[in-house]
Nanobody, 125 residues
Framework: QVQLVESGGGLVQAGGSLRLSCAASRRTFSNYAMGWFRQAPGKEREFVAA????????KYVDSVKGRFTISRDNAKNTVYLQMNSLKPEDTAVYYC??????????????????WGQGTQVTVSS
């Protein structure tokens, strides 16, 4: 069992930045693929970014490429999502997820076994 706790969400103006953190309870954190998903009101959950192993392998949804960066610190059992140049359409609840590492990097929620409770990100125009 892996417990995930997100933090770092909040209200920011368009063009601003936020950094989300996700702390994992498991010491074998480095063995997991870690992903970020988001869900806006009235919309389906959407893949945002994922990272496996030590961080050399990452994947992003096209809409955040060049603006968001996923990283992980295996010594701290934590994965981060640095979000720059935020847009109102980035407004959503952001969820951290953990699953088995695989190639290609999983972008489907069903391939992740553990989920955090979510953190709200609101971008005002």
């Amino acid at each position: 069992q892996v417990q995930l706790v997100e933090s770092g969400g909040g209200l920011v103006q368009a063009g601003g930045s936020l950094r989300l953190s996700c702390a994992a309870s498991r010491r074998t954190f480095s063995n997991y693929a870690m992903g970020w998903f988001r869900q806006a009101p009235g919309k389906e959950r959407e893949f945002v970014a994922a990272i496996i192993w030590s961080g050399g392998n990452t994947k992003y949804v096209d809409s955040v490429k060049g603006r968001f960066t996923i990283s992980r610190d295996n010594a701290k059992n934590t994965v981060y999502l640095q979000m720059n140049s935020l847009k109102p359409e980035d407004t959503a609840v952001y969820y951290c997820a953990a699953g088995a590492p695989r190639i290609p990097i999983p972008t489907t929620g069903a391939l992740y076994d553990y989920w955090g409770q979510g953190t709200q990100v609101t971008v005002s125009s």
